[in-house]
């Protein structure tokens, strides 16, 4: 066995190959039992820093490092990526021509590989383990280890044969990644894989950059464009829970001018192949997308990620909103949420045959409707849902930490509200919705207020007390507690319930809750990971890095992040000296890139002079 090389050759390398001045947690020690030839387990969230585990270990021994991925559409994107950083690496996968192939072949038994990424089932092809004990590997990475267990969501039979590797190749030493795994998939990823005596190492699932928001549904495509159109530079992805609303929301923010594609397992492949591959080039801004759009979304600055729809259970809520803000630059995550929503989901499960299944469903979706009416700290509830106590409340990243709210004696606003409904009902036979009641209860002069004669029942402007934004909250709370009833329908209409009526005779008081007022609330931490820098320069960047990375054809986050370009745009170097202090400049991009960002910002400071 290997001696493992000091700390400070590893740090040293970290920055010369990749720019990086310190290690994310676990990396190190991750990194440190691998150089000793160890076996080891490593569960770290999405944009927790996992290709570094393997990649810097496979730079710093001589031979090869075998990466395992089942995301082929991705292997070209990871090697470009080591390849602008000075690392050899090489793909093999069946995008390749017979003669490519070969070619690679001929690289890997010369040994001019450090990183050969790999999809399991050309791995199995015949003919080939027979030949890897010939390739000098040092170490197996298996990404996305959790594939290999039937218990997770992305099960891929291939993957069970991985053990077979161990026989062709018995003394080298597996190193399994995942962000997913329950403790089930966990003991799936350790048997399976016959992982001997490794070494496990679970990183915290608090994403400090990502800020949790639920926002009452209403209108909720004008919601969506509304959002969109307030953060005009970043992109995201809005999540649907079916293919229809995906192209209907895609449509619409393409009609309001925000570039927009859906994408879901009902379109062809090479279709979502390049959907896919216009996201991660900035080519198209946002992608409206079932959970069929998953693990192969690696793009680092995915700004936001929008839920249209209440997601089925919180484990998928949280995989899906770990997409946005990889980088490590804030990242927003929002949910739009109706109790008709949460409604129309119990009917489906209700509808289900299988008893244990029905069980499984109305547990979880439970869970995520705790989430979402919850008035605790979003970050907290999310995290006990992985068995892990935060208690640095207020985050300072979820809208109850942000926008705290107070409990107030609401027994009169309720019961206005409530008699309202009462005599609106009594005075015409139809439901109405929610604007209308607040209308009613506002006494505005509506055509159709006076049309409909219901200016003329008895709770007809008794609300002028409360603005017409204060009684749509009270409204949802009402709905959300049970004493209103909310129908599913498109257009949904609100009626007093049977809890609503036993209420109103009861005379029980009633507390209700309302934003604390701003200057009220205690100064919030800022949320992790916000680089201010001129935004100006910041998109004259951003274009030079896309002509670079389209010239290469590469995704323009291979060239730099948007954390080396936000820090550029900070710092704003005059040599090549200062250049090379930025985080994510190694050796190999500051000679490459170097020049070319020095003078364009050389150039910007210039033109600003003069205007
Ligand atoms: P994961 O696969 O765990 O989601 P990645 O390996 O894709 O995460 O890394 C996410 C991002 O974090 C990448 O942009 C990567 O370059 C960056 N990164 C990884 N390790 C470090 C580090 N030690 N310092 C700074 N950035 C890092
Ligand atoms: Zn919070």
């Not at 690392?87 to 072949?105: G, H, I, P, W, Y």
């Not at 069970?160 to 966990?186: D, I």
């Not at 309302?514 to 004259?540: M, N, S, T, W, Y």
């Not at 820090?567 to 250049?579: D, G, I, M, N, V």
Request: charged share 25%.
């Amino acid at each position: 066995m290997k001696k493992p090389p000091e700390r400070e050759s590893m740090l040293a390398l970290l920055k010369r190959t990749f720019g990086y001045t310190s290690f994310r947690p676990l990396q190190e020690q991750i990194i440190t039992d691998c150089m000793a030839g160890q076996d080891v387990f490593a569960l770290l969230p999405t944009g927790g820093g996992k290709s570094l585990c393997f990649q810097l270990p496979a730079i710093a021994r001589a031979g090869l490092t075998l990466v395992v991925s089942p995301l082929i559409a991705l292997m070209k994107d990871q090697v470009d990526g080591l390849q602008a950083s000075g690392v050899q690496a090489t793909f093999l996968n069946s995008t390749l021509s017979a003669a490519d192939s070969k070619e690679r072949f001929r690289g890997l038994y010369r040994g001019e590989y450090r990183l050969l990424y790999i999809a399991p089932e050309r791995l199995m092809m015949p003919g080939f383990l027979e030949r890897l004990p010939e390739l000098n590997i040092q170490q197996i990475a298996v990404d996305e280890a959790h594939c290999i267990s039937e218990w997770g969501h992305d099960f891929r039979p291939e993957y069970r044969q991985l053990a077979t590797l161990r026989e062709h190749l018995p003394g080298v030493p597996f190193l399994a990644l995942t962000a997913t795994a329950t403790l089930r998939v966990r003991e799936d990823i350790v048997r399976l894989l016959q992982l001997r005596d490794p070494r496990c190492y679970t990183a915290s699932f608090n994403r400090p950059n990502l800020t949790y928001r639920i926002v009452p549904k209403n209108k909720p495509s004008q919601q969506v464009v509304d959002w969109i159109q307030q953060h005009p530079d970043d992109s995201g992805i809005v999540y649907c829970a079916s293919r229809k609303s995906t192209e209907a929301v895609a449509e619409k923010l393409k009609a309001a001018g925000i570039p927009a594609l859906p994408y879901h397992a009902g379109l062809d492949s090479g279709v979502r192949d390049k959907t896919q591959e216009k996201f991660l080039r900035d080519k198209v801004r946002v992608i409206c997308a079932t959970v069929a759009f998953g693990m192969g979304v690696h793009k680092p600055n995915v700004r936001f990620v929008i839920h249209f729809d209440l997601p089925k259970n919180i484990e998928g809520y949280y995989q899906e909103t770990g997409r946005a803000g990889r980088d490590g630059i804030p990242g927003e995550c929002v949910l739009l949420y109706s109790s008709a929503d949460a409604i129309k989901q119990r009917t489906f499960i209700e509808e289900k045959t299988d008893a244990d299944e029905q069980r499984i469903a109305r547990d979880q979706l439970q869970q995520m409707i705790h989430y979402a009416e919850s008035s605790a700290c979003r970050r907290s509830t999310l995290l006990a849902y992985f068995g892990e106590t935060f208690s640095d409340v207020p985050c300072g990243g979820c809208d109850n930490c942000i926008e705290p709210r107070e409990q107030f004696d609401g027994t009169v606003a309720a019961q206005k509200f409530l008699s309202c409904l009462y005599r609106l009902r009594q005075a015409s036979r139809f439901s109405v919705g929610l604007n209308h009641i607040i209308e009613v209860l506002t006494g505005s002069a509506s055509e159709k207020i006076r049309r409909w004669g219901h200016d003329k029942i008895s709770t007809y402007g008794i609300g002028k007390e409360h603005s017409r934004t204060e009684w749509q909250a009270i409204g949802r709370e009402l709905i959300r507690l049970g004493l209103c009833s909310q129908s599913t329908e498109r257009l949904s209409t609100v009626g007093l319930s049977d809890e609503g009526t036993a209420w109103l005779k009861s005379k029980t008081p009633l507390s209700l809750t309302r934003p604390i007022a701003a200057k009220a609330r205690a100064a919030r931490p800022r949320i992790e990971g916000d680089i201010v820098c001129d935004e100006d320069l910041f998109q004259v960047l951003r274009t030079l890095r896309r002509e670079i990375a389209d010239e290469r054809n590469v995704p323009p986050y291979i060239i730099f992040t948007d954390v080396t370009l936000r820090h550029l745009a900070a710092r704003q170097p005059k040599s090549e000296e200062e250049f090379a202090e930025l985080p994510g400049v190694g050796e190999r991009k500051l000679r490459d890139f170097s020049l070319l960002f020095l003078s364009a910002i050389n150039d910007w400071r210039l033109a600003k002079r003069r205007n």
